[in-house]
């Protein structure tokens, strides 16, 4: 649905305008729907707090609404740390957080509620997202925060806002990337071509940033550890990508789906070669500082392992490497 404002609408926040236009849809979902990239201004993405201007065009889209609420499931989690406000979980590759696109079952949100069921988790995001404050890509696997109360769930959605949380990601990239560290300054959008992805090629994109530096350099490869200061849709993926280094297995932004070292075939790795290695925040309730480190996931080391032998890299190389995320 597209809206232009009035004169007499300018000067209003985006998502109170939006309200005023579509008052069966709550403030909170089209919050919401912001976070998803779902609503545009002139074909830009906005904040909620964007000020509105006489004669712009703000375009909404609004999915079919899912079935209410979330089934509990007996899915195990690996909980990295826990009480009473949040809880900190190492997601595994190929889990959706939460229930969407056409999957219903077998979510992160089905896992959360069997364990503390929907009284132990916050219930600002709704019934399809009850203690959910960020997200990481199904591919993505590593370090999640979850929101136990409300108190939590809005100071942890405003420290991510205000960029207090550190998030640092590690990913096996192709290419040559120049230089030992460095920051890309990119905005990210949506692409208007094929809306599941995302592109830094327009300029009215969000604005993002993400600093990186290099851990090991193979032939042909680079491991880094990214550290991401917003939290854009699939931001490094897109980021690295637009540099010509995508990362190893995101066949989405141009990696190949099985990767050729010289004449040997690698086995496939099925999943993007990224994961959520720290998260540091200040807890919401006590203000304590807390850093939760996950582990590089087995199948990853492996495949760093497969990678270096294929490019005939130094072993104590890969190990020394290895050692500061597992």
Not at 6 to 19: H, K, N, S, W, Y
């Amino acid at each position: 649905m597209k809206f232009i404002v009035t004169p007499e609408e300018a000067g209003q926040r985006l998502d109170i305008f939006l309200v005023a236009q579509l008052p069966a849809v709550s403030r909170s979902r089209i919050q919401l729907l912001m976070d998803d990239g779902r609503v545009e201004v002139d074909g830009a993405a906005r904040k909620a707090s964007h000020h509105v201007q006489s004669g712009e065009v703000v375009t909404i889209e609004i999915p079919k609404e899912q079935p209410a609420g979330v089934e509990a499931e007996p899915i195990p989690l690996d909980i990295l740390y826990e009480d009473a406000d949040l809880a900190v979980v190492n997601k595994p590759a190929g889990m959706i957080v939460h229930p969407g696109s056409g999957v219903a079952a077998g979510t992160m949100v089905a896992a959360l509620l069997d364990r503390f069921g929907a009284a132990g988790l916050s219930a600002v995001g709704g019934p399809l997202r009850p203690g959910i404050v960020h997200r990481l890509d199904k591919e993505t696997s590593g370090a999640i925060v979850i929101a136990r109360t409300d108190a939590a769930h809005q100071k942890l959605v405003e420290n991510f806002r205000d960029r207090l949380v550190q998030k640092n990601y590690v990913a096996l990239l192709h290419g040559k990337i120049k230089g030992e560290a460095g920051t890309i300054e990119l905005p990210v959008a949506r692409d208007l071509r094929r809306r599941s992805r995302m592109t830094a090629r327009r300029r009215e994109g969000r604005e993002a940033r993400t600093d990186w530096r290099v851990c090991l350099r193979l032939n042909g490869f680079v491991l880094i550890d990214a550290d991401l200061h917003t939290g854009r849709t699939h931001q490094i993926r897109v980021h690295f990508a637009a540099l010509g280094c995508p990362v190893v297995g995101d066949t989405v932004y141009g990696a190949p789906r099985r990767e050729r070292i010289a004449k040997e075939l690698l086995p496939p790795l099925d999943r993007n070669f990224l994961h959520s290695a720290r998260l540091a925040f200040t807890h919401p309730r006590t203000g304590k500082p807390i850093e939760m480190r996950a582990p590089l996931p087995p199948e990853l080391a492996d495949y760093l392992r497969t990678v270096g032998r294929a490019t005939q890299a130094d072993p104590a190389q890969i190990d020394a490497a290895l050692r500061e995320f597992l």
